[in-house]
């Protein structure tokens, strides 16, 4: 019902920032709850950040306060801006559609921090 395809990511320095997209196609934006998750080597997937179609928004408690997720159903994207970021973010990151249980995933996008 719909595809997802993440952009953004890359190789930034401790303190620094990225914005990750997240185009959607094949469906209306707005038929679902959106997220972003992330997965380190040797680690579990972890829901990183979510925004219901409404604009509501829940994040883990290591990412509060630095990064933030925002969407345009019109455009039917999503974005995660992430500033102040840590070597402990880096991950790949992968956009979520969620509509009740059913799930959708984009490819993923690496980010990497690092000096």
């Known amino acids: 019902q719909v595809q997802l395809v993440e952009s953004g990511g890359g190789l930034v320095q401790p303190g620094g920032s990225l914005r990750l997209s997240c185009l959607a196609s094949?469906?209306?934006?707005?038929?679902?709850?959106m997220g972003w998750y992330r997965q380190a080597p040797g680690k579990q997937r972890e829901l990183v950040a979510t925004?219901?179609?409404?604009?509501?928004?829940n994040y883990v408690g290591s990412v509060k306060g630095r990064f933030t997720i925002s969407r345009d159903n019109a455009k039917n994207m999503v974005w995660l801006q992430m500033n102040s970021l840590k070597p402990e973010d880096t991950a790949v990151y992968y956009c979520n559609a969620r509509r009740s249980d059913n799930y959708w995933w984009g490819q993923g996008t690496q980010v990497t921090v690092s000096s």
């Open positions: 925004i219901r179609s409404g604009g509501e928004t």
């Open positions: 094949g469906s209306s934006l707005r038929l679902y709850a």
